[in-house]
């Protein structure tokens, strides 16, 4: 009798935490209060994050500091600029309470990422890989989505809970029964956590389509975005198998942002595309071409033949080699402050920069 008290408060105590408020009902409905919310709320809508906002800050600039000491950086500075302003903006519009730190990664791969505390990276090719600054932005809507919530150490705080919350159940009945709660509970653990992660996405995507409508680009950019990826999917099947074992489907993440989006109040006018994404993309492509070619001309070089001569006193002079060398430079950046629009008078903050001129 004991065992079976001892499983079913285990199960119990599962079912609970899954069916606490906060999970099943839609959330951040609130829109016209963005930049004024905790959208990161409470563990199981109840329990404080384990995990304080400064110690988050710096767990996430000692990982940045290790990625950095092995991935590539694009230094270009009319690149590097646009990528942070477009990013900036963003964050002014959303409900972020750290400054972000935003560079560029040199690598082909479509993607961006950040870790806690604020330190963002955007990928080379998801430059290359937008049609235009909506998608761009709303990508790194998503992303920053995964920052301000602090799914990161939400996750954790989780982790470490349910943890807890097993001991109790771990001192009813024998050894067997034991056993038989611990494997169970670790199965209950697993399947929480990937629900987390699921979990994460969905609202990580809600926040990001939210954030991209409120900094004035249209909303529905996430959807052409996410139809790319499933154009890609169908073409290539099982590429992105590892992908879809903690990601929503494609096509519910379609549906879902299409549902969002009718919550949201309609606008006059949508930001699509700007000349300056253009030239910044032309630009970035063209510093990729020329470091393909200069690389490529590298190799050649290393397996062409030289020709060598006798001299006259019968011995041989090698021939001329030549090599190039430069100082590489390092600007150093203030840490950037979080800045909302209402920090400065109106007439001060424009919807959106100068440069930014809509094309028609």
Known sequence: ??????????????????SLPGYADRKHGDVENIGNRDVAGKIFGVLPNWVSQEKEIALGSQLATEFEQTARLVDDPVVSEYVDRTGQNLIRHSDAKVPFHIKVVDTDEVNAFAFPGGYFYVNKGLILAADNEAELAGVMAHEMSHVI??????????????????????????????????????????????????????????????????SGYDPNAFVSFFEKLLEQEKSKPGRFASWFRTHPSTE??????????????EKDNYMIDTS????VKARLQSIDNTEKSEGATGKQDQKRPTLKRKTDSGGQEPGDTGGSGGDDGSQKKSRPTLKRPS??????????????????
């Open 343 to 360: 920090d400065n008078p109106p007439d001060q903050q424009p919807q959106q920069p100068p440069d930014q001129q809509p094309k028609d």
């Open 276 to 279: 300056e994404f253009d030239r």
């Open 252 to 265: 519910d993440r379609i549906a879902a942002a299409l549902n969002e989006q009718r919550y949201l109040p």
């Open 149 to 214: 919530a602090r799914h990161a150490t939400r996750r954790m705080s989780k982790g470490q809970y349910l943890q807890l919350f097993s001991i109790p159940a771990l001192f009813v009945g024998g050894y067997l029964a034991q056993m038989g709660i611990q494997n169970a509970m670790g199965l209950g653990l697993n399947l929480e956590l990937m629900g987390i992660t699921r979990d994460s996405e969905r609202e990580a995507d809600q926040l990001g389509i939210q954030y991209l409508w409120n």
């Open 1 to 18: 009798m004991n065992r079976l008290s001892a499983k079913v408060s285990a199960f119990a105590l599962v079912a609970l935490l899954l």
